[in-house]
């Protein structure tokens, strides 16, 4: 685990670039987590007040750090997640119909895939409104071997790797029995997909590690795609969105590590996490907050303030500020329950 590294102020991180700096201590990495969670909380309540859809960078990003936070000793509103879990629910409920027939509610297979993992961190049961959601996601995978995103609202709604990831994640957690053989039938199909595309940016590679995990990769195929992964982490130590014509920032750079921890095999002690871990609390903002300029040109809904800083560019970093977030809890030791 990385906290045995960090019992020791003294301990020296080098980077690639072959700058040296003092390693993070637990108490350095807690102290960011805590400055983070009070402006995310307030983002999601400003998007809950003004909006009644449920919101894959606000309320799957908030649903995502309370899970890991809980079992690190980390206070998320908890009226704030259960709302969250309404809002993922409502949204599937309101779209029902419409799903079992295989067409798209608004976000398509990523709206209905982040809405059950929202649901699954939630522990909410299986239901016909998850049901509906299912017989979505048995019936719109292109070609039979992978899920596509509905929209270019890069980057996290416009990777075919995205969508495919939630999708199987969703698969896993509420297929019925009844519907498991052709669930799975699927799942094999888009792992094959998976082993056959390396993506061509980073949203790509993460999501396709995640996805090859949650497909049952066998070890060896993890450690391949999380290589590719490794590979592209800049001298900053941080990770960029695209390979050429961009800096490292905290969405990618968050994506990168929580992928790598969750599904790569990677450690938290790894000197890859580790200076990962020595870029975001770097760049963290003194409100706690990640900025990450938005590049997508897509505009789907009318601009609103959520409460959330950065502007019109506080979509994407509030789900920077999540995944970066979670990655530092991940660096933490789960706590023992009492």
């Known amino acids: 685990m990385l906290t045995r590294s960090l019992s020791t102020l003294a301990l020296v991180l080098v980077t690639s670039s072959g700058f040296a700096a003092e390693e993070p201590s637990p108490d350095t990495i807690r102290a960011a987590i805590r400055r983070a969670i009070p402006p995310m909380e307030a983002g999601i309540r400003g998007h809950s007040g003004q909006r009644d859809c449920f919101s894959c960078h ?3 990003m908030g649903t995502i750090v309370a899970t890991l936070g809980k079992d690190r000793g980390f206070e998320f509103d908890a009226a704030e997640v259960a709302e969250s879990l309404d809002l993922a629910e409502a949204q599937l409920k309101r779209g029902a119909e419409v799903l079992k027939q295989g067409k798209p509610i608004g976000g398509g297979v990523t709206t209905v895939g982040y809405s059950l993992m929202t649901l699954d961190l939630g522990k909410r049961p299986a239901n016909e409104t998850t049901a509906a959601a299912i017989a979505f996601l048995l019936k ?4 039979g071997d992978h899920w596509r995103a509905s929209s270019n609202r890069v980057p996290s ?3 075919d790797f995205t969508s495919t990831y939630v999708a199987i994640r969703g698969l896993k957690a509420y297929a019925p029995a009844s519907e498991r053989e052709k669930s799975e039938k699927l799942i094999a199909g888009a792992k094959k997909w998976l082993l056959d595309h390396p993506g061509r940016e980073t949203e790509d590679r993460v999501f396709r590690l995640r996805g090859l995990h949650a497909a049952g990769a066998t070890p060896e195929e993890l450690k391949i795609a999380a290589e590719t992964l ?4 800049r001298a900053d130590g941080g990770w960029a969105q695209l390979d050429e014509g961009m800096e490292s920032d905290a969405y ?6 929580v992928a790598l921890a969750q599904a790569g095999g990677i450690g938290t002690d790894d000197p890859a996490y580790r200076k990962g871990i020595a870029f975001l609390l770097k760049t963290q903002k003194p409100d706690g907050t990640w900025y990450v300029k938005s590049r997508t040109k897509v505009i789907v809904q009318k601009y609103f303030e959520t409460g959330f800083p950065h502007g019109k560019d506080q979509f994407i970093s509030i789900a920077a500020t999540g995944w970066s977030t979670a990655a530092l809890m991940l660096a933490l030791p789960v706590e023992p329950k009492s």
């Open 252 to 257: 990618a750079t968050g994506t990168v590590l």
């Open 157 to 159: 709604e416009g990777s």
């Open 58 to 60: 606000h309320h799957a």
């Open 230 to 233: 490794v590979k592209a982490q």
């Open 140 to 143: 719109s995978p292109a070609n």
